[in-house]
């Protein structure tokens, strides 16, 4: 009786494993199909518009006291995709108003707070896209002010979708620490226009 029970079992497996099997390896030649029809890398480049929302969480009031502050910004990017999966850029960020900061970073025991007034931050970036719709940026740049300027380092992450003749839309996140300054962080949603791809 046991060994009977046994057999039904196995036999069981056997059909799941073969049918696991068939269903695994038939949609296996259906990716490998769709990867062979798909066009081959052309390098281009792509210019891109987005509205964003800085957040800086050292902000401070007109009496001096500490607010987060959630500021309008516009993005304006250059992308050339020279590689499938890499690409470098110029990524400037800009933000439409002033505002009062206080240096957390800076070295010292004294907090000073600056204002800054409408700065713009571009920075190079190098780009790496493990797929069609991601992609991962680091790169280093400036923030320009007239009161006083910031090396700053941004790292960041992008969500694209592609639309017809050439149009994308796009989300992104990035993150801006600006040495012996302060941090910000930054939302945005954009489109953007592809130029030489096929």
Known sequence: MLNETTGRIYNWFRKIFLLVTFFFLSGYSNITAQENKEKSF????????????????????????????SLPAWGLDYTFQFHEKWAIGLHTDFIIEKFKVEKNLASGEDKETVERSYPIAPALMGIYKPNEHWSFLLGFGGEFAKEENFFL???????GYELPKGWEIFGTVSYDFKWNAYDSWGIGLGIAKNFGKE
């Open 153 to 159: 380092t941004r790292a960041g992450a992008e969500y």
């Open 42 to 69: 052309s390098p281009h480049h792509q210019i891109g518009l987005s509205i964003n929302h800085v957040h800086v969480f050292e902000g401070r009031d007109d009496e001096g006291n500490r607010e987060v502050l």
